[in-house]
């Protein structure tokens, strides 16, 4: 298989490369100056689009690349800009709208506040030596999201200009993520005011989960079995505790804890076979795929919409609308669609490591699933489905492992035995979440089903225990830009090698 057959594949790439450059060479580089060589490369493609003869085709080509190449350079450029012009010009006063709970650190409280041009500061809030630690938990807790909070700055950094190289890998993901610069207070030198909006989106999603978790806690889900379906349904993981949190990530499963990309995956299957969806006519998807659509995002808005969680379901929304118009679900071109779409909304995404770890998993399965199937030896439907489960857990796991060990110098040896011992326990707690809610009203059957999620939510903690617990449980490995680069293209060229021969074979 050709991926360079693909056309959207051939323009996300330039796209891609161009966005790399201008973060490489943001000090040299003019958005005006971009914009207009974005015009000049247009017009001549605009010019060769409905040529049909062969030169003219190879020239649109040159041309696409080029104007897909400043494109990337142009939005990622535009986006820099944007979010530097909101580094506050007086660093010794700052005002903004709360987007997120404060968070409790060792000594000081963690405020995000927006800014009116929409970029952040983090703020942090010194704890204060005359009061009581329960006095400070009840100030802060008394704060709602968009309140606006006002402070005088003791001192301020800009996320953009840091030179200390310890710090600046840090700084750098703080600015990817709209976040301009990094404040200090102390804790006598602050006030806020109540927000003036009678409805507030965020503050609304909260309150929802608040609520979610308080029915959890009326009704029985407590402890660790708790603290993990919790973080599995609704996203609230301030109650997980710091041994499972490290367990699972060292058993290479700790994106079943965080919502993303992998809970959403689950919710479409689980949906799709509610409205059975693999049986319907081409004519019905439409709705349904909307529904889905509506579904997931209803179900963002409950848990709190965390960014990771809309991002997924900001690219599964895509993918499902790609489908209803090819009838395949994760195609090449699909997935290169929902990445050009989803760079154009956001540029910085490029660099959010959830955001890199999704895109090379559903290009693993993309790549994969096709090949998988027909080299599958029996025609048994649950062979099939077992055979399709762990390839394409390998799969998956050979496309992210590379960048795992790369960002966080580890790698974790036994992620596909995790991930297979624990999907099934996955799928329970998901299903059975989702029938305990829907039967809330029915005592004795709601009990049945929580006995069930507990026993599933303890089992897979147990597991994952005790393959962390291994001594070989991650290997200690940090590769450079150059080796991780050489490594993917050896599993690109690989992939492309067996799955043109499984086509050749059948």
């Not at 939005?75 to 709360?98: A, M, N, W, Y």
């Not at 009061?131 to 606006?148: C, E, M, N, Y």
């Not at 290009?363 to 489905?385: A, D, F, Q, Y």
Request: charged letters at 10%; hydrophobic letters at 45%.
């Amino acid at each position: 298989m050709d991926c360079f057959s693909h056309p959207l594949i051939r323009l996300v790439l330039p796209f891609t490369l161009g966005m790399v450059g201008a973060n490489c060479l943001m000090d040299s580089l003019n958005l005006s100056v971009l914009f207009v060589l974005c015009c000049l490369a247009l017009a001549p493609t605009l010019l060769h689009v409905k040529s049909k003869q062969p030169q003219s085709k190879k020239v649109f080509g040159m041309w696409a690349t080029a104007l897909a190449f400043l494109l990337g350079m142009t939005l990622f450029t535009s986006k820099h800009e944007r979010i530097s012009q909101g580094i506050p010009v007086d660093s010794s006063f700052c005002q903004g709208t709360l987007t997120e709970r404060p968070v409790e650190k060792a000594h000081s409280w963690a405020l995000n506040l927006r800014q009116e041009n929409g970029s952040h500061i983090l703020l942090y809030i010194g704890k204060s030596r005359s009061t009581s630690p329960q006095t400070d938990s009840v100030q802060f807790a008394s704060l709602h999201i968009g309140d606006t909070i006002l402070a005088q700055i003791k001192y301020l950094t800009a996320t953009n200009t840091c030179e200390d190289n310890t710090f600046a890998p840090y700084y750098d993901y703080l600015f990817h993520h709209d976040v301009t610069a990094t404040a200090y207070c102390n804790a006598q030198h602050w006030d806020w005011k109540p927000s003036n909006l009678s409805f507030n989106p965020l503050s609304v999603a909260k309150e929802l989960q608040e609520r979610m978790h308080q029915i959890y806690d009326e009704r029985g889900i407590k402890g660790e079995a708790g603290s993990i379906v919790e973080a599995m349904t609704i996203g609230r993981k301030t109650i997980l505790a710091q041994h499972t949190r490290k367990a699972f990530t060292e058993a290479g499963v700790s994106h079943v804890l965080a919502l993303s990309g992998f809970h959403v995956g689950v919710i479409v299957m689980l949906m799709q076979v509610f409205f059975f969806s693999s049986i319907l006519p081409r004519k019905w998807k439409w709705g349904v795929n909307l529904l889905l659509i509506f579904t997931l995002w209803g179900y963002t808005a409950i848990t709190g919409l965390s960014p990771s969680l809309v991002r997924a379901t900001t690219m599964f929304s895509i993918l499902m609308l790609c489908q209803t118009g090819s009838g395949t679900f994760m195609s090449l071109d699909s997935c290169a669609l929902t990445f050009f779409t989803m760079l154009c909304i956001n540029p910085f995404y490029l660099f959010d490591i959830g955001f890199q770890l999704s895109f090379l998993s559903v290009s693993g399965i993309s790549l994969w699933s096709k090949s998988i199937l027909e080299s599958c030896p029996s025609s048994n439907t649950v062979i099939r489905m077992l055979w399709n489960i762990i390839f394409i857990s390998l799969a998956c796991t050979l496309f992210t492992t590379p960048l795992v060990a790369y960002h966080f110098g580890k790698a974790p040896i036994w992620s596909v035995v995790s991930n297979l011992a624990i999907i099934p326990f996955v799928y329970i707690i998901m299903w059975g979440s989702m029938l305990w809610w829907l039967s809330l009203g029915w005592i004795w059957g709601n009990g049945i089903i929580l006995l069930l999620v507990e026993w599933a939510a303890n089992l897979m903690n147990e597991i994952v225990h005790f393959i962390s617990s291994s001594s070989m449980s991650t290997l200690e490995w940090k590769p450079g830009i150059l080796l991780t680069t050489i490594l993917y293209m050896c599993i690109l060229f690989f992939t492309f090698f067996y799955t043109s021969r499984v086509k050749k074979a059948h």
